[in-house]
């Protein structure tokens, strides 16, 4: 009996332990719990994170820097480098007389129609000038042979070459009026026509590079042109020839070589689209000395520059 009296009063202890532990503990939890809710919600001073105080910026003068935006392509249509005009300085212009002496310093080549000079007196020294190149025979030149012809400038001349006598009297300025003989008569065509003037001027440059040479349009003939020529020349082939030489002229000027063109077939020319009777010497195709004054007079009021 007294046994289990013990017994009884170690359980009550344990037990009373037990509750008195269990009491503790809930008390802990709930002020832990409580402290920590008042903690979130009601922050101290102490534990409270300070509000952070905005900084105003000072001006130290640092350059900002540049906003660089994306370069724009810009696209531009290729075109061709327009050609420039220069016009036709290859043409000789009218000016002033340029008056004897200018005259005096032009050497002359050609056929029939430019031996007349010599054969009228029309320059200074008569018919004893040296200012005329021509033909060995017949006083003419036949332009599909001018590269191989003879020239002399008196019968007392040894004849020679074009190109020899080029490099031997170097003249100042060549006045050259070639193509209705051999050319414009035998219907040369274009390209011929033109090769054939192209190859005498290289080979009178070649020997006298210094000279100036000016290509004269061939003369125009009359209405009533002599049948013998008639029948072979007319104005309307001198045209186009005359047209074929200003290419050479402008092609030649172009690559650099002292070589003009000058028009005379207009002021030779009447309203009717002829040479008048009274500058013709009477067959219809060669000049009379009225015609060679014209020749002339045009000649010096268009002077090389």
Not at 91 to 114: C, K, M, P, V
Not at 165 to 189: D, F, H, M, Q, R
Not at 241 to 246: D, K, M, S, T
Request: with cysteine; hydrophobic share 35%.
């Amino acid at each position: 009996m007294k046994k289990n009296n013990n017994l009884t009063a170690v359980i009550t202890i344990i037990l009373s332990f037990v509750l008195i532990t269990a009491a503790v503990f809930c008390l802990v939890t709930s002020m832990s719990l409580q402290f920590g809710l008042d903690s979130l919600f009601f922050p101290s001073e102490s534990t409270a994170e300070p509000t952070p105080t905005p900084i105003t910026p000072t001006d130290t003068n640092t350059p900002k820097p540049t906003e660089t935006l994306s370069p724009t392509l810009t696209i531009t249509p290729i075109t061709s480098e327009p050609s420039v005009d220069i016009g036709t300085p290859w043409i000789l212009e009218e000016g002033l007389d340029a008056g004897r002496d200018y005259q005096d310093s032009i050497t002359f080549l050609g056929d029939s129609t430019t031996h007349g000079m010599k054969s009228y007196g029309v320059l200074t020294d008569g018919s004893s000038t040296k200012q005329v190149w021509y033909g060995e025979v017949g006083n003419t030149i036949t332009f599909s042979y001018v590269n191989t012809v003879k020239i002399i400038r008196s019968s007392t001349d040894t004849p020679m070459l074009i190109s020899e006598a080029a490099g031997l009297y170097k003249p100042e300025i060549l006045y050259i009026t070639l193509g209705v003989t051999g050319g414009v008569s035998t219907n040369l065509p274009e390209e011929g026509f033109k090769e054939i003037y192209k190859i005498l001027i290289d080979s009178i440059l070649k020997k006298s590079p210094d000279t100036k040479i000016v290509l004269q349009s061939i003369y125009p003939v009359t209405k009533n042109i002599d049948p013998q020529y008639g029948k072979i020349i007319n104005n309307e082939k001198i045209v186009k020839a005359n047209l074929w030489i200003e290419d050479i002229c402008e092609e030649l000027f172009r690559s650099g070589k002292n070589v003009y063109y000058l028009d005379t077939y207009s002021v030779l020319v009447n309203e009717e689209g002829y040479l008048p009777e009274n500058y013709s010497n009477g067959d219809g195709l060669h000049l009379s000395p009225a015609g060679y004054a014209v020749v002339l007079s045009n000649i010096r009021k268009h002077p090389i520059p």
